[in-house]
């Protein structure tokens, strides 16, 4: 258990509406990751973060925004929800020694 | 573009078959590569590996690294039902927040 946990689980939502997954760390890590699944995709990178208000972006950022105000919480916005948003997302830290653990994962749908 | 393959992409196989995974990559400033394993939920942390012919080894699994041919295979051996799953690689880059590219995985099933 890496001590990552994400909120909600799982959730539905209405297309145009906006959406913030949260991710929750407890190792003080400094890089925290948010990543999308989808079949025939893998895991792709939506947006990273190496310190508390250093964000960078990832390949598939467009229609996501990040925040990290603490470095325990890394937040994922998406502002006005699509179906092609519809994905499990999973948030990852990077240990010291440089793997990454994921988190739980959240399942998004969106009608 | 930077590209991660794996192959298969699925396959099934007998309890107590050996099974071996492969990974190619074309990346720009390749630091490590990694091996996770996804059963119904997150993807959980296998193997790392950074220099070439250096064998990783946990219990029936073990993985290799070929720098210079640019791939890694992971071998399973006496495969049993609990190792079904999605097999994933990914690799690392030496950029800025060490970003993971990965392989759309190999989707293993072991029969009884």
């Known amino acids: 258990d890496a001590g990552i946990t994400q909120s909600p689980r799982h959730k539905v939502t209405e297309t145009g509406t906006p959406v913030t997954l949260r991710c929750h760390q407890t190792e003080n890590h400094r890089y925290m990751y948010w990543y999308r699944q989808d079949p025939g995709h893998g895991l792709r990178l939506i947006h990273y973060s190496y310190g508390v208000k250093d964000t960078d972006k990832g390949e598939v950022s467009d229609g996501y925004s990040v925040s990290r105000s603490k470095t325990e919480d890394f937040l994922l916005t998406l502002e006005s929800a699509t179906s092609s948003q519809t994905s499990v997302y999973f948030c990852?830290?990077?240990?010291?020694?440089?793997?990454?653990?994921f988190g739980p994962g959240t399942r998004l749908t969106v009608l | 573009e930077d590209k991660v393959v794996q192959s298969p992409l699925s396959l099934v196989v007998h309890e107590g078959d050996t099974v071996t995974l492969n990974c190619s990559y074309e990346?720009?400033?390749?630091?490590?590569l990694l091996w996770y394993k996804q059963e119904k939920k997150a993807p959980t942390f296998l193997f790392m590996l950074?220099?070439?012919?250096i064998e990783k080894k946990s219990g029936r699994l073990s993985s290799i690294l070929d720098k210079k041919e640019l791939f890694s295979i992971l071998n399973i051996t006496a495969t049993q039902t609990g190792d079904s799953a999605i097999y994933l690689c990914a690799v690392e880059q030496e950029t800025s927040g060490s970003r993971l590219t990965f392989g759309e995985g190999t989707q293993l099933t072991v029969n009884p």
């Open positions: 950074t220099s070439s012919g």
């Open positions: 990346v720009t400033n390749f630091r490590s």
């Open positions: 990852a830290i990077r240990a010291p020694s440089n793997e990454q653990f």
